[in-house]
């Protein structure tokens, strides 16, 4: 695909300006990724011819949009750095006056940035944007001040940025997940850009599956399971595959010893806990790649203490509480006894379905035809009406339909 042929480790900028797509400029192409589709491939000049117009500068150096709501002036603009210079544009038109010196809008940051990424409130305490060029400076907005850091545990960034809470560090052709604030590396990386963030044919050990991949990606066909481990990575199952915002794998190259769709599926200290059909448990070492548990598959009674099938399963962090869906009740079973005695917890009477459900740092999500977002289990259960709906396929995988 394009960015293979042009070699990944070339595209220097990454940032995106809305929550459905991906901007990657590459040796002046600039292409929009609309994350799990490819946009057509165009100059960069026809986006933004400006950048074109001063041919004594050299490439983009990196770019971001800015995110400033107690500043309404710099508020939802995108910056270019080039060299010494810096373009602001709103709404994709340069805004007056503009280029200007780097040093005259960012006192105090250096010129030929290597990357820039912007950090707005809560993530970061004050609104900021974190620029790297060797130590890491940081603009804390609308005061301008600099503050300078090293964040020693990731590698120089040639290209960053920021999607649905998670900060992304490339590096070449591989990246980082980092917290913002600290520097800290979250997870196992580095890892490949071209298993997650575009689809490259030939690429990778299951090139040959990705196009039946790509037609249930974005499909609405419901979700079977979801869960995510200890580092925050989600794994959604649908069909034969599985996948999360930025990768996408048939269930029997992810996870060979499944070999098709499953049930449910929950996160425990480290382990994944996939529950089939056929009312068999396996369970899978998170990490690259996971590792099957010897003496797996066991039959749900066995590890679990509940008789199948079940509709979904999740566990919350820091606790050892398996809560079970089966139909529209819901049992806990407690991880660190023995042996696992089910017990029954309550009854959801405002779903008449439950298809998955998950437990992250803002509470419990439940999916069915849509999902819906839930303060603790407990609220599950004593919920009466239905919360606000949200759309699985455009806010959970970032889909245009």
Not at 290 to 301: A, I
């Amino acid at each position: 695909t394009f960015l293979l042929e042009l070699g990944i480790f070339q595209c220097v900028v990454i940032c995106n300006f809305n929550i459905h797509s991906i901007i990657f400029l590459c040796s002046g192409i600039i292409r929009r990724v609309m994350l799990k589709k490819m946009g057509l491939a165009v100059l960069s000049n026809e986006s933004f011819p400006e950048l074109d117009d001063h041919h004594h500068l050299g490439h983009v150096d990196a770019a971001f949009h800015m995110h400033s709501e107690d500043s309404p002036e710099n508020h939802d603009q995108q910056f270019f750095f080039l060299d010494i210079k810096v373009f602001s544009y709103y709404k994709h038109k340069l805004e007056k006056d503009y280029p200007k010196d780097i040093s005259e809008i960012f006192p105090g940051i250096p010129d030929h940035l290597d990357a820039a990424v912007e950090c707005p409130k809560p993530d970061c305490t004050n609104d900021t944007i974190i620029f790297f060029k060797g130590v890491i400076y940081c603009g804390l907005l609308p005061s301008a001040e600099v503050d300078e850091k090293e964040f020693k545990s990731m590698p120089s960034c040639t290209g960053a940025f920021r999607y649905m809470d998670h900060y992304y560090c490339f590096h070449g052709h591989q990246f980082s997940k980092f917290d913002p604030v600290t520097g800290e590396v979250c997870g196992r990386y580095l890892k490949e850009t071209r298993d997650y963030f575009m689809r490259c044919p030939y690429f990778g050990k299951c090139n040959n599956e990705h196009a039946s991949v790509e037609k249930l990606y974005c499909s609405r066909v419901h979700l079977d399971a979801i869960t995510s481990d200890d580092d925050g990575s989600v794994y959604a199952f649908r069909g034969d595959t599985t996948g999360d915002k930025f990768h996408s794998d048939t269930i029997k190259c992810a996870f060979k010893e499944l070999h098709r769709e499953v049930d449910a599926v929950f996160s425990y200290e480290g382990h994944l806990y996939m529950i089939k059909i056929d009312n068999e448990v396996f369970v899978y070492k998170v990490g690259e790649p996971h590792t099957h548990l010897e003496g797996y598959p066991k039959l749900l009674k066995d590890v679990l203490g509940i008789e199948g099938p079940v509709d979904a399963a999740f566990a919350c962090a820091e606790h050892h509480i398996a809560h079970v869906i089966k139909g529209q009740t819901v049992y806990d079973v407690d991880l660190k006894a023995t042996p696992r005695v089910p017990v029954k917890e309550g009854t959801i009477t405002h779903l008449r379905k439950v298809d998955t459900a998950i437990c992250g740092p803002k509470g419990v999500t439940v999916i069915s035809n849509y999902y819906y977002q839930y303060a603790s289990p407990m609220i599950v259960m004593m919920a009466k009406m239905l919360p606000e709906q949200h759309r699985v396929s455009q806010e959970l995988f970032g889909c245009d339909h």
